[in-house]
């Protein structure tokens, strides 16, 4: 299984940015979890994706101004950021396969993409 962030970049504060995730050699159904990695802080569960009911679970802190959802292929899931923070920037990435909140939950990993929010 394999996974390629995208679509990461520059966005001033209260800005948004769509993230895609794209998932190849998977089974049919899949968990997609994402997390993201500020300079010097552990790596943070965001939310995840179901395929099989396209459900989404957010965690706490992001709650209101994400949204995980099924991209525009049976194989992409998306994240949708809202209302950006200069402390929501850091390096964004999917993994496969689970739906639970734990990094050691996650066996496949993408490289990540970078999301930096401007004051």
């Known amino acids: 299984v394999q996974l390629q962030a995208s679509g990461g970049g520059l966005v001033q504060s209260e800005g948004s940015l769509r993230l895609s995730c794209e998932i190849s050699g998977s089974t049919s159904e899949y968990g997609v979890g994402w997390f993201r990695q500020a300079p010097g802080k552990e790596r943070e569960w965001i939310g995840c994706?179901?395929?099989?009911?396209?459900?989404?679970e957010y965690a706490d802190p992001m709650k209101g101004r994400i949204s995980i959802l099924r991209g525009d292929a049976k194989n992409k899931v998306d994240l949708q950021l809202n209302r950006l923070r200069p402390e929501d920037t850091a390096v964004y990435y999917c993994a496969a396969d689970s739906c639970l909140s734990g990094a050691l939950f996650y066996d496949y990993w993408g490289q990540g993409t970078q999301v930096t929010v401007s004051s």
């Open positions: 994706f179901r395929s099989r009911d396209g459900a989404a």
